[in-house]
Structure formats: C-alpha cells, structure tokens
C-alpha cells in the first residue's frame, strides 16, 4: 500500500513570497491534516478535512493560509505572503475515518525555509 | 488546552542498554499514540494505546498507558543505532474520536556505539 505522498520536499522562499504544497493521503482514507513543525516543537494542527469538507481550521492563520481539498482525494497548503516565523516542516497525515479512534499516518513531509 | 510533557527532551544512551520516556498529560487521554520521527522525515507509527493499563510491545519497544490515563511510558529494552531518532507522543484531547491530536515536543534519542 502506498504512503502518503507529499511535494516538494523542500522549498527556500523569501519572505512575502507564495508558496503552495501538495499532498496525495493514502488511498480510501476520507480524512485528511495538515500540521506545521516548528524546530525543536511537536507537530501541530493546522487544517482537517473530512472527505472535501473542512472540520477544524481554528489553528490556521487565515490571513494568509489557505487550504484545499476540491475532489476530497489529494489536497493543497498555500501560504500567501509568507514570513520569516513560517519557516517550518508542513506535514500531511491521513487516516480512514474520523469518527473512531484509527492511526494517522504521516507522509515525509515537506521543509520550508523562508529568508 | 491539552498539553503534553516528554521528558526527558533528550536522551543519550550507550548501545545495549535500556531506556525510557515518559508522556504526561494534565487532561485524561482518551488515545494516546507514539510516534518515531528522523530528521528530514515525517512521523512513523508505532503504537496507539486506548484503555487505562494496557500495554504493548514491538520488537524491543514496549509502551504503557498508567490506569489513571494521563501518563504512557515507551520503553526500548538492548537499545540498537536503528531506535536513534525523535520520539514523539501524541493525544486525543477530547474523546469525539475525531483524531484531532496534540503533540509532545518530543525526546531526541541518540545512540552511542
């Protein structure tokens, strides 16, 4: 079974540019995470999907985050402009369901540097 | 908000020995996961613990939920150069089951040969 796949791998930005990334879940799985890593700090939460619909964005600064997933399959991050503090690892997580206790599965996800 | 504590953030450790990290929690966990993580890669599964005393093991991993469900432990028993990475303890906060985990800061293991 294929693992999440995410693109690209790395990516040196300045700041005020845009950048986006991609992410195809594993296959069948509905659910869908984005989550920032900041150095030296666990992942957190930015955006959920449930199939094409979003259920939790309270941790994503909508000022200049945006994110979608239009067919409910594979689903896209964009920063608009970016900052310095955005400087970070973006990574894609799926599991089958949100409505019980299932494993989220992680994909290498993808290194920010913004100068 | 959940928080959760890893300690120790960093752990050396001579190949063969023994080793343990502990995830506290100030809520009740409800699903508690651990994860592996190496630099420039995203998070590997380990193991996802449920119900108050259970326990489980791979390998030489071995994690532990206390009865209280506000502590797990992650102990690698003859540790190798492969269990070198981040260990990284994750929650469900909220009992919904709808996976919406918090995160440790995690524990960097290094092993010594």
């Known amino acids: 079974e294929a693992g999440v796949a995410q693109s690209p791998r790395y990516k040196i930005i300045e700041k005020r540019q845009s950048v986006a990334f991609w992410c195809n879940p594993i296959s069948g799985h509905a659910t869908l995470y984005w989550y920032q890593q900041i150095l030296g700090q666990g992942p957190k939460l930015l955006i959920q999907f449930q199939n094409n619909g979003v259920v939790d964005d309270s941790q994503l600064p909508k000022d200049r985050f945006s994110a979608e997933r239009l067919k409910g399959v594979d689903s896209t991050l964009k920063i608009q402009p970016a900052k310095l503090e955005d400087s970070a690892v973006y990574l894609c997580?799926?599991?089958?369901?949100?409505?019980?206790?299932?494993?989220?599965?992680f994909g290498p996800g993808t290194r920010l540097l913004v100068l | 908000s959940q928080e959760l504590e890893q300690s120790p953030q960093s752990l050396i450790v001579q190949e063969g020995k023994n080793l343990t990290i502990n995830c506290t929690s100030s809520?009740?966990?409800?699903?508690l996961y651990w994860y592996k993580q190496k630099y420039g890669e995203g998070l590997i599964f380990l193991m996802m613990?449920?119900?108050?005393?259970e326990e489980k093991s791979h390998e030489k991993i071995t994690a532990k939920l206390d009865e209280k469900k506000q502590q797990s432990s992650l102990h690698i028993t003859a540790s190798q150069p492969s269990h070198a990475g981040i260990y990284l303890c994750?929650?469900?906060?909220?009992?919904?089951?709808?996976?919406?985990?918090?995160f440790g800061t995690g524990t960097r293991l290094t092993i010594i040969p």
């Open positions: 997580a799926s599991s089958s369901s949100r409505f019980v206790l299932e494993t989220q599965y």
């Open positions: 994750g929650a469900d906060c909220n009992n919904f089951g709808n996976e919406k985990l918090t």
């Open positions: 613990l449920q119900k108050g005393g």
């Open positions: 809520k009740t966990l409800y699903g």
